[in-house]
């Protein structure tokens, strides 16, 4: 079955405790991205990866990393968490950049204390 | 600044009605829009609209994109509680193939029987 996968689906953590949010695709796409959802505001892109070891900042990278090491992961890096990254989290792939429909993973319930 | 703007952003109705939701955007380099449908946690794909006047149908759904006047409307017609959910605006930017995905902050709808 295609599909995205997140793990994990929800998440309470400490400020300042390093965590992973890890994204894996089955479906040889070459685009991914990472959202994050927060009410009134929408999804706003984090980070995105055009293909292996390509990747580039979305409208609100501060506090995050990401890493494209192959192609079909792509984890989210909270090196040291604060509570205003408190929020739903979804990574998504596409086959290609545009003319493409994005799927996304279920979403990651992160709160950070 | 590059934005979309959903409205309403909360609409209830009767089943069987039909509503129409509205998305306009300023981006500097219009690539595409999409809809998309968040029932409980993951945005799953609707439309894909890159051209003006064309309108995109699946099922009781359809969609159709103004350049010139830069917004697109989401048509619902007799509506179920299945569709109760928050629909999503998304355009994709850029000039490059390094373009950007900017979500407006969607519209939730409430279908009652």
């Known amino acids: 079955e295609a599909q995205v996968t997140q793990n994990p689906r929800y998440l309470i953590t400490v400020t300042g405790k390093k965590l992973t949010v890890t994204c894996s695709q089955n479906?040889?796409?070459?685009?991914m991205s990472w959202y994050r959802q927060d009410p009134g505001l929408g999804l706003r892109q984090i980070y995105y990866?055009?293909?292996?070891?390509?990747?580039d900042k979305g409208d609100v990278p501060e506090g995050y990393k990401v890493s494209r090491k192959e192609k079909r992961n792509f984890p989210l890096i909270l090196e040291s968490p604060s509570p205003n990254q408190t929020s739903l989290y979804f990574c998504?792939?596409?086959?290609?950049?545009?003319?493409?429909?994005?799927?996304f993973g279920q979403g990651t319930r992160l709160t950070v204390v | 600044e590059d934005k979309v703007v959903q409205s309403p952003l909360s609409l209830v109705v009767h089943e069987g009605d039909t509503v129409t939701l509205n998305c306009s955007y300023e981006?500097?380099?219009?690539?595409?829009l999409l809809w998309y449908k968040q029932e409980k946690k993951a945005p799953t794909f609707l439309f894909m609209l890159?051209?003006?006047?064309i309108e995109k149908k699946s099922g009781r759904l359809s969609s159709i994109l103004d350049k010139k006047e830069l917004f697109s409307i989401l048509n619902i017609t007799a509506t179920q509680t299945g569709d109760s959910a928050i629909y999503l605006c998304?355009?994709?930017?850029?000039?490059?193939?390094?373009?950007?995905?900017?979500f407006g902050p969607g519209t939730s709808l409430s279908v009652i029987p």
């Open positions: 998504a792939s596409s086959f290609r950049r545009t003319d493409s429909e994005a799927f």
């Open positions: 479906m040889n796409h070459e685009y």
């Open positions: 990866s055009m293909n292996v070891e390509v990747t």
């Open positions: 981006v500097t380099n219009f690539r595409s």
């Open positions: 890159t051209s003006s006047g």
């Open positions: 998304a355009v994709e930017e850029g000039k490059t193939s390094y373009d950007k995905v900017i």
